[in-house]
T-cell receptor, first 115, second 115 residues
Framework: DAKTTQPNSMESNEEEPVHLPCNHSTISGTDYIHWYRQLPSQGPEYVIHGLTSNVNNRMASLAIAEDRKSSTLILHRATLRDAAVYYCILRDELAGGTSYGKLTFGQGTILTVHP | AAGVIQSPRHLIKEKRETATLKCYPIPRHDTVYWYQQGPGQDPQFLISFYEKMQSDKGSIPDRFSAQQFSDYHSELNMSSLELGDSALYFC??????????????FGPGTRLTVT
């Protein structure tokens, strides 16, 4: 599986934008970029995913580099509730592939939000 | 909206005992995943089922087995428990969408403590 590299931790102030980077230089053509987050004492939660184009949803935006070797999760206005571990995960969406469906969690980024 | 249900939420067992964890996916979801998260660690994929058939297998010990039933709920059976099995066990469900897996929805987890 292609690997991702994220900073161990980041800090932000409430109501400020947060840009969480992820490097994935060995990404393959069939890898989607997924972001999940895990709030304290909870199960992981889906945030967003994309393939090549930038994506927006109600939770966040995903900016994908043109060469797809890196991406950035953007929280437009951080709240205290956004304090969590953020995971950038590559998932091979090729139907019938051996990594079909499962999420491989690596070391994520611990986001601290200050009031 | 209905979420993934896991039971029990907490379980305390002694070494060499057996444990059964249950997972009830979101209605109409056809795929179930099991993950293990040790203290201070990231979630690790154990096993998954699609339409009641095992679809993928991760680092699941031979002492563990799992199955998905006709109503799509799943059970993780753990025998000869060891101290190292103490962890949070998450179940996630998803619905295959146009032939591709979509986002996974995680349950609240079962905290297993082996003494």
């Amino acid at each position: 599986d292609a690997k991702t590299t994220q900073p161990n931790s980041m800090e932000s102030n409430e109501e400020e934008p947060v840009h969480l980077p992820c490097n994935h230089s060995t990404i393959s053509g069939t890898d989607y970029i997924h972001w999940y987050r895990q709030l304290p004492s909870q199960g992981p939660e889906y945030v967003i995913h994309g393939l090549t184009s930038n994506v927006n949803n109600r939770m966040a935006s995903l900016a994908i580099a043109e060469d797809r070797k890196s991406s950035t999760l953007i929280l437009h206005r951080a709240t205290l509730r956004d304090a969590a571990v953020y995971y950038c995960i590559l998932r091979d969406e090729l139907a019938g592939g051996t990594s079909y469906g499962k999420l491989t969690f690596g070391q994520g980024t611990i986001l601290t939000v200050h009031p | 909206a209905a979420g993934v249900i896991q039971s029990p939420r907490h379980l305390i067992k002694e070494k060499r005992e057996t444990a059964t964890l249950k997972c009830y996916p979101i209605p109409r979801h056809d795929t179930v995943y099991w993950y293990q998260q040790g203290p201070g660690q990231d979630p690790q994929f154990l096993i998954s089922f699609y339409e009641k058939m095992q679809s993928d297998k991760g680092s699941i010990p031979d002492r563990f087995s799992a199955q998905q039933f006709s109503d799509y709920h799943s059970e993780l059976n753990m025998s000869s428990l060891e101290l190292g099995d103490s962890a949070l066990y998450f179940c996630a469900s998803s619905l295959k969408w146009e032939g591709l897996p979509y986002e996974q929805y995680f349950g609240p987890g079962t905290r297993l403590t082996v003494t």
